[in-house]
């Protein structure tokens, strides 16, 4: 069984879950490739340069714009967050496909480069849902919990525009909906 290996871009609100689901996926699918993303914002506890984030200053992450290193960048809650060109292309000529985590500006964006890429929407079951679901994660401050709830509104907007929406409802669920996604488009 012959897969072409592909580019999706996996985006959704803050809270949606997109990160566990995307992880429940790379359990079963060890042979995707692994992107590490840049970003302005400070390191979360927990979190290490270079595995969760490159963590950059605003003049690094100047330099490398400039210098054309990003595959797609964007101002994301406050904070700029991009794909280096070099972690996507490394991946794909190695014949590995990859997932970008990344938010709804930065995907339409990827399109443009890429009008391969599959671009896929996680939702929420509800706003209610998601509210509760990032309150619970206990990660933000509540002025970033208000700014990424309002921003929400607006990055559901934009879902009709991606190619496939999964809606979050059940992990396990979501996660297998996923996994077919990808096979899928791997097939064609
Ligand atoms: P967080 O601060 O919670 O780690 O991420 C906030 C948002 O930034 C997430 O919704 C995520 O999708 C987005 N994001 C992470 N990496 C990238 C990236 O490389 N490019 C873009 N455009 N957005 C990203």
């Not at 997932?99 to 500006?105: A, F, G, P, T």
């Not at 700014?147 to 396990?172: K, M």
Request: cysteine-free; glycine content about 8%.
């Amino acid at each position: 069984m012959s897969r072409t290996p592909k580019l999706f871009v996996v985006s959704g609100p803050s809270g949606v879950g997109k990160g566990t689901l995307v992880s429940l996926v790379r359990e079963q699918r060890p042979d995707l490739g692994l992107t590490v993303s840049a970003t302005t914002r400070q390191p979360r506890p927990g979190e290490v340069d270079g595995v969760s984030y490159h963590f950059l200053t605003n003049d690094d992450f100047d330099r490398r714009v400039e210098a054309g290193e990003f595959l797609e960048w964007a101002n994301v809650h406050g904070n700029r967050y991009g794909t280096l060109a070099s972690e996507v292309d490394r991946n794909l000529s190695a014949g590995k496909s990859v997932i970008l985590e990344i938010d709804v500006q930065g995907a339409l964006n990827v399109r443009k480069v890429f009008p391969d890429a599959v671009l896929v929407f996680i939702e929420p079951p509800s706003m209610e849902v998601l509210e509760q679901r990032l309150r619970g994660r206990e990660t933000e401050s509540e002025e970033s919990l208000r700014l990424r709830l309002a921003d929400a509104a607006g990055e559901l907007e934009l879902a009709p525009r991606y190619d496939e929406r999964i809606v979050n409802d059940d992990l396990e669920r979501a996660a297998s909906e996923l996994l077919r996604v990808l096979e899928t488009h791997e097939m064609n």
